[in-house]
């Protein structure tokens, strides 16, 4: 089963679980989950999204505020897959999606291909301002799962595959997905 995920948003937790339902009627016995130039979202949903693929209260990430204590959001919930997975990054995969990328790596429930994600473990706070424009301040940084800082730093695929020409995540000829759907078919004969 394949299912590329845009971004983080309102939503897309619920999304996957109907998918990967969806994918499951279908005979799904492996998970490509693609993140490339996914740019990140809300961070409850990808806790939510994290509680899909990974054991229950698991950490998802590890939040730091300045005169706080460390916070972890761990997964909650039923466990909608936890077959193969497979998910693909690469530059483009910034904040949320390293959240989800980390924590597959960290707890060694899935393997990462592409290559080094964008490096983003700050969280940003919106505050609307009265002519209706806004100000958007760095409010905190994260850790992977695994405590990992990332930031301008990223996370390195378990499985590194270039995509020299720019194909667009899906497009015909994508040398990553590619790769991918070949990795797959060798997980599930192991």
């Known amino acids: 089963g394949y299912v590329q ?6 939503g897309a937790a619920a999304q996957l679980k109907d998918a990967i339902g969806q994918l499951r009627t279908e005979g799904m ?18 806790v939510d999204v994290a509680a899909l ?28 897959w936890d077959g193969p997975l497979l998910v693909l990054v690469d530059g483009g995969s910034a904040s949320a999606s390293e959240i989800l990328a980390g924590a597959v790596k960290d707890l060694k429930v899935g393997t990462l291909l592409g290559t080094t994600t964008f490096g ?10 009265s002519d209706g424009s806004g100000i958007k301040l760095t409010t ?16 390195d ?3 590194v ?11 015909p000829g994508d040398p990553q997905l590619e790769a991918a759907v070949r990795e797959m078919k060798s997980m599930l004969t192991r």
């Not at 595959?161 to 497009?171: A, H, Q, S």
């Open 5 to 10: 995920l845009y971004e983080f948003n309102k």
């Open 29 to 46: 016995k492996g998970l490509i989950l693609d993140l490339r130039q996914n740019p990140g979202g809300l961070l409850t949903e990808v």
């Open 53 to 80: 693929l990974l054991p229950p209260q698991e950490p998802v990430v590890h939040v730091i505020e300045r005169g706080k204590e460390k916070r972890t959001l761990r997964t909650s919930g039923e466990r909608a």
């Open 120 to 129: 983003k473990g700050s969280v940003q706070s919106f505050w609307e301002l």
């Open 140 to 155: 905190a940084k994260y850790l992977t799962a695994g405590e990992k800082a990332i930031n301008g730093v990223g996370i």
């Open 157 to 159: 695929p378990d499985i």
């Open 161 to 171: 595959v270039e995509n020299p020409n720019k194909v667009l995540p899906g497009d």
